[in-house]
């Protein structure tokens, strides 16, 4: 074990697993929800809500929003941002109970590191409202600067937080895995 707290150091393991698998459902729940919303967006903006969180240009922008005006999309592109401020309270949850309960069951320096990223994987919460934030002012017409690049860079730092406590999560489930395997042999 280590003495590196986790940012659920107040719940039990049990509280923890039943936290996650909650977290997850909900998460799991507006995924399905979103991806299927977003299908309305694809025939305007291809990759749909992603293409609007990293545009990184004011052309660019410009070019999306004048996109989803024309075809009456805005509000729905919107709505969909909104929905986006309820998946951002559970996702960045969901991935670092997982790296907490995967750092938990591991050693050394595999622990530490999987609870540094469990703490860090939150930030995605507050970088995710501000990219949405963003997103929301360049629906409003407001595509200068600074709104594409900070959604952008927004995007970019959220994708890397939650990426990085999805890998640890899948690593920590390979070398436990691995473990169970060894000993059975």
């Not at 936290?19 to 990759?47: D, E, I, K, R």
Request: one cysteine or more; a neutral charge.
């Amino acid at each position: 074990m280590h003495d590196f707290p986790s940012p659920f150091w107040w719940l039990s393991a049990l509280e923890q697993r039943i936290a996650c698998a909650v977290m997850l459902a909900a998460m799991f729940g507006l995924m399905t929800y979103l991806s299927h919303a977003q299908a309305v967006l694809t025939g305007v903006v291809p990759n749909g809500v992603v293409e609007l969180e990293t545009p990184l240009t004011t052309n660019k922008a410009a070019e999306m929003i004048k996109n989803l005006k024309d075809a009456h999309l805005i509000d729905e592109a919107r709505r969909q941002t909104y929905w986006d401020y309820a998946f951002l309270l559970v996702y960045p949850i969901a991935l670092s109970l997982g790296c907490a309960i995967a750092a938990g069951a591991t050693s050394g320096k595999t622990a530490i590191i999987g609870m540094c990223i469990s703490w860090g994987v939150l930030l995605a919460c507050p970088v995710d409202a501000v990219e949405n934030f963003a997103i929301l002012k360049m629906l409003g017409e407001r595509t200068t600067m600074p709104w594409p690049l900070l959604a952008t860079i927004c995007a970019c730092i959220k994708f890397t937080l939650a990426g990085g406590g999805l890998l640890f999560v899948l690593y920590a489930l390979v070398i436990k895995g691995w473990e169970c395997i060894k000993i059975a042999h």
